[in-house]
């Protein structure tokens, strides 16, 4: 593993087995991130190629960790679909309704998305787990967010109890905390022991005594917390009797009575329960993870841990929006981004994801080149998105949809028949060299018949164009009839 | 055969898609930018191909015949003979089904301009056998890629990969020395190279007397060299079921991997003059308790019996790689094959086993055979994959039967792939043949004191555990070394 995280060179993450042959997809690379540079200028944001690429990329690049088995890779994998992933979905999902030139962006997104799936390698399975995978990571992050709240409202409760308990000034109310004080923490020091390994990191031939040391402390302890339970009830019953005035009239025992409420006394306690607690739910939780170690154990806890990891900013956002409400926008801002974000990313990136394993279940797009079949229709979309800027340039976005498809298709179609191995770069080239002198030919075709509607048919509007399309199209599917 | 390709449906989609675009938008320039997909599909329409005719092939197959598990590098040159440049060749050449590539690919794609050549070299391991190689397969495509046309070249060369045991032996008539026993032994004798200088005796010759060693200390000596015996082996190879498992797809058995180091090895022992014998353990042969047995014996004639007793061993572990013998079956055959090559085995002969044990039954024979006192030679082909766990903990397992068989003072050589077996039989034999003839020199008083054959039950005065008692240390000492 490199430094930074699961290397991404590996068959597994930019897959080998039915990719395309590399000459073709750096043919196809090279034009779907020209169209992009190009439409970025066109659409007045000339950052849309270096703003889109990495957000891509990694997101990709999670999709194709999911593949993987390591338990970094997987925490990997799932983190970067959670991020980069919702904010390549929000783009494809949200920015056409923000404007046209949106449609344009989102299109650019899909075609470097296609792209970058085709080098990972990443067909209909792929998009299905990672459908699967956002669900699962989603779910956990709730859950997560549900247990996390739980916690804060419970240490936050705790907390208050405490302090008033420090607050008490009179002899029955301190006595009455410090002993469920003492009660709670024996309590917890024995089950936190329960759950310690303290045994199993003995050595061999100290464990009897271990055994023996533990028993009786834990025999204490359940004395201790049943003693102060029992002591606290007769101290509620001489209080029914009237008997606790008498005790707490001496001002020497009120004094005794009242300073075991003071903090000197309190917080050392809780800080030996509190302390016992973690460790043994750090021993508990430590003995789950490690209990088996296989793929689906692993996968599991990946996305727990994600979920858990990507609970704190929401969580964060939350109250962010509850605390700044009626005081500050800025806060209220910052907590909405980042539950819209996080809350809302995830089911946005199901529906491109998922919408994309069902379009590959139902036959609309070819299961083995995928990615292809996206970055081309990236393209299309792009194209209809600055559909009214330089025709161009819309020329030029149609005919790179067709050489991506055309040429990533010829190299797995290579691949499908000859393997990995064979050098084929030559035939590869040819072939591209051939098709973009095509696709130059369609330009230069329809860039004529534009001026020519421009000028002869400009008066004709639309129908003026029809008629051109219309002939021009007559006119090549002659051939092709025959 | 020619075909086409439907490759354009997308394009036909796209086209649809921005048409339907720019009626709903209004935009002409989308419903323009409608006919550049179609402008690829009527290009693909006009795509014509035709069966290439003059498309020349050659094979050659480097070296042929070959030993097994041998890399054999085959070579397939195509040659565009004709006047008209090929866009889109793509061959395969017609490997045959039970030999594994072990290094580039059988395939290849290209463009060839008249007169062009292009050259798929690719590298397979031999197996024991006759392989023929189908003809190449051949696809050609027109510009357009959509219309393919493929057919199969006839090739000229090489058709097919042989491979023998026997292949890189070298004839024992031509290289082979004719005096019997080319073996030097630490006993003084007559030779050629200088051993020591004793005390003269009546009845030595008159050429051997030290006159130099006379003339200073006024006393006869007798000059000593290093005295040339030969030595008997008998070759076994472990033939048994469980052997007849490969590391890999197309790749050969370890059955076959034993015969070809025992073919080896006899033609290199009996080349130096020794007397060599060959048995085969794990079989249903025609020999005693089913064992195949050929005594030992030197010679041309003996190396074809021997050759042709283990190209059959080697045809049948090939042709019967999925045998379902019970295992307490062969289990209880293999014993008694192990003791009644321990009867067979002359008392001065050495033992060479190969084994890639696999197993226990190995270890188990040469446990048996080293408590009679026989020296032993376990040569063992590795064929365990280690990267796989699986694979690790078989090899570690292997390892340590090998260790075990060490530690009975039998010298183990573990042949690992890749390296050359020569080597290796040198390595598991140098130090062996000369213990071997110094049993042979003791021994030969005894064997013809009772002028016997050298069957154990009749050559040797005590029993064979006396035997194994006398000459432990030296046993443990000179053999249990290792690699």
């Known amino acids: 593993m490199s430094l930074a995280g699961p290397r991404l060179d590996r068959p597994s993450a930019i897959g080998d087995e039915g990719r395309a042959r590399a000459a073709s997809l750096w043919l196809a690379s090279l034009i779907v991130v020209a169209i992009v540079g190009v439409v970025g200028f066109e659409i007045g944001e000339p950052s849309l190629l270096p703003t889109l690429g990495p957000i891509v990329g990694l997101a990709v690049a999670g999709v194709g960790l999911l593949e993987r088995d390591g ?88 907390w208050a109890v405490l302090t008033s308990i420090t607050g008490f000034s009179t002899p029955v109310a301190s006595v009455t905390g410090f002993l469920l004080i003492v009660a709670g923490t024996a309590g917890v020091v024995r089950l936190s022991m329960r759950w310690l390994p303290i045994r199993q990191v003995t050595p061999r031939d100290r464990r009897p005594a271990i055994e023996r040391r533990l028993t009786a402390a834990r025999r204490r302890l359940l004395y201790t917390a049943v003693g102060s339970i029992g002591v606290l009830i007769g101290f509620g019953a001489l209080g029914l009797a009237g008997v606790d005035t008498t005790v707490t009239s001496v001002p020497v025992l009120a004094w005794l009575l009242s ?16 302390a016992s607690l973690l460790a043994g739910a750090v021993a508990v939780l430590l003995r789950r993870l490690t209990r088996d170690d296989a793929a689906q154990t692993t996968r599991r806890t990946a996305v727990a841990v994600v979920g858990v990891g990507l609970s704190l900013p929401l969580l964060f956002g939350l109250a962010l929006i509850i605390a700044g409400t009626g005081v500050a926008i800025g806060p209220i801002l910052l907590g909405l981004g980042l539950v819209v974000a996080l809350g809302l990313g995830p089911i946005a990136f199901l529906l491109v994801v998922g919408g994309g394993a069902v379009g590959v279940g139902l036959g609309l797009l070819p299961a083995r080149a995928t990615g292809p079949a996206v970055a081309a229709t990236g393209l299309v979309v792009a194209a209809i998105g600055v559909g009214r800027a330089n025709p161009l340039v819309v020329f030029a976005c149609i005919a790179g949809a067709i050489l991506v498809w055309d040429s990533a298709t010829f190299g797995l179609g290579l691949t499908a028949e000859l393997g990995h191995l064979p050098d084929t770069r030559r035939l590869e080239l040819f ?34 164009g029809a008629v051109v399309v219309a002939l021009g199209a007559l006119l090549l599917l002659f051939p092709v009839r025959g | 055969m020619i075909d086409r390709r439907v490759r354009w449906r997308g394009a036909i989609a796209a086209t649809i898609a921005l048409t339907v675009a720019g009626v709903a938008d209004g935009n002409p320039v989308l419903l323009l930018g409608a006919i550049i997909p179609l402008v690829f599909v009527a290009s693909g329409s006009f795509s014509r191909v035709r069966v290439p005719a003059d498309l020349v092939a050659t094979r050659s197959v480097t070296p042929t015949p070959a030993p097994p598990g041998q890399p054999v590098t085959v070579t ?110 630490d006993d003084p004798g007559t030779g050629l190279s200088f051993h020591s200088i004793r005390e003269y005796h009546r009845d030595d010759p008159a050429d051997r007397i030290d006159w130099r060693h006379y003339a200073k200390r006024g006393t006869l000596a007798t000059v000593t060299y ?100 019970p295992r307490a079956a062969v289990g209880g055959r293999t014993k008694r094959q192990v003791r009644k090559v321990l009867e067979l085995t002359p008392t001065t002969a050495q033992l060479a086993l190969f084994s890639p044990v696999l197993d226990d039954p190995p270890v188990a024979a040469v446990e048996t055979w080293r408590g009679a006192g026989l020296p032993v030679v376990l040569l063992s082909p590795d064929i365990v994959p280690s990267n796989t766990v699986s694979g690790q903990y078989e090899q570690t397992r292997r390892r340590t039967r090998l260790a075990r068989c060490q530690a009975t003072g039998v010298r183990t050589v573990d042949w690992r792939r890749g390296t050359p077996l020569p080597v290796v039989i040198e390595r598991a034999f140098a130090v062996d043949a000369r213990l071997s003839s110094r049993r042979s020199t003791g021994a030969s008083a005894g064997i013809s004191s009772t002028g016997g054959e050298g069957r154990r039950d009749t050559s040797w005065n005590g029993s064979p555990v006396d035997r194994a008692g006398s000459n432990p240390v030296d046993g443990s000492q000179r053999w249990g070394g290792g690699e």
């Open chain 2, 226 to 325: 290093d005295r040339h015996v030969s030595a008997t082996v008998v070759l076994v190879v472990d033939a048994r079921p469980a052997n007849r498992v490969v590391a890999g797809r197309g790749r050969p058995t370890a059955v076959e991997y034993g015969t070809y180091a025992a073919t080896r090895a006899l033609s290199d022992l009996l080349d130096h003059g020794h007397d060599v014998g060959v048995a085969v353990i794990g079989t249903d042969g025609p020999g005693p308790a089913g064992c195949r047995w050929l005594e030992p014996a030197s010679g041309p004639a003996q190396r074809t019996r021997a050759l042709d007793l283990l190209r059959r061993v080697a045809d049948d572990a090939a042709a019967d790689r999925d045998s379902r013998t």
């Open chain 1, 71 to 158: 338990f970094v890779s997987l925490v990997v994998a799932h983190a970067l679909l959670m991020t980069f992933g919702t904010a390549f979905a929000l783009i494809v999902l949200a920015a056409p309704f923000v404007a046209r030139a949106g449609i344009a962006a989102s299109g650019c997104a899909l075609a470097l998305a296609g792209i970058g799936a085709a080098w990972a390698d990443i067909g209909g399975d792929g998009l299905g787990t990672a459908a699967a995978g956002s669900v699962i990571s989603y779910a956990s992050m709730l859950c997560s967010l549900v247990v996390l709240g739980f916690l804060t409202a419970v240490v936050y409760f705790g």
């Open chain 1, 259 to 274: 300073s075991l409420s003071s903090p000197l006394l309190v917080w050392p306690l809780v800080a030996v329960g509190a």
């Open chain 1, 431 to 464: 072939h591209g060299t051939v098709a973009v002198a095509v696709a130059i030919g369609a330009v230069v075709i329809v860039t004529g018949l534009e001026v020519l509607r421009a000028g002869f048919f400009a008066g004709g509007g639309t129908a003026g």
């Open chain 2, 76 to 185: 397939l040159e195509v040659t565009n003979d004709s006047d008209r440049t090929i866009t889109d060749l793509r061959i395969a050449d017609g490997v045959p089904a039970s030999i594994a590539v072990l290094e580039g690919s059988p395939r290849a794609g290209t463009t060839l301009e008249p007169g062009d050549s292009h050259t798929v070299e690719y590298v397979v391991v031999a197996r024991h056998g006759e392989y023929d190689f189908e003809p190449p397969q051949c696809r050609v495509r027109g510009l357009g890629v959509s219309a393919t046309a493929t057919t199969t070249l006839s090739v000229s060369g090489d058709r097919a990969l042989v491979c023998r045991l026997a292949a890189d032996a070298p004839p024992i008539e031509e290289d082979g020395s004719t005096r019997v026993g080319k073996l030097t032994t």
